[in-house]
């Protein structure tokens, strides 16, 4: 079984759904924690909305707060979980301009991060 993330009525993402729900967990958690909102919205339990501003806005917080931090666990949890958020954002049209050489690097992974979700 797998999971469906949309933006509209484009599929963007359709991962295991124990990819997905871990995913949407996670996203959920980051979000609590700053009092963010998602921009994820469940339609069906194996469907999820993407809304493409509010995911923007988390997705630039938990960006900045990755290439700020010093804690390499946090910097290793959050990693996967910002990769995966960067290719649904690019898949929404967003892209994010990296700064930096560090954040120059990481924006490259995200194109073979994308291999591996298919959509």
Not at 3 to 24: H, I, K, M
Not at 28 to 38: E, I, Q, S
Not at 54 to 74: C, G, H, M, Q, W
């Amino acid at each position: 079984m797998s999971c469906l993330f949309r933006v509209g009525e484009e599929t963007v993402w359709a991962p295991s759904a124990e990819a997905g729900r871990l995913y949407v967990g996670m996203t959920k958690c980051l979000a609590a924690g700053g009092g963010r909102a998602t921009g994820v919205r469940t339609v069906a339990e194996d469907v999820f909305e993407i809304d493409p501003q509010p995911f923007d806005a988390l997705i630039e917080v938990a960006y900045k707060e990755y290439f700020t931090s010093t804690n390499r666990v946090y910097r290793s949890q959050l990693h996967g979980w910002l990769l995966t958020s960067l290719v649904l954002l690019a898949r929404a049209g967003i892209t994010v301009t990296p700064s930096t050489d560090e954040e120059r690097e990481f924006v490259e992974d995200i194109c073979e991060h994308a291999k591996a979700m298919p959509s």
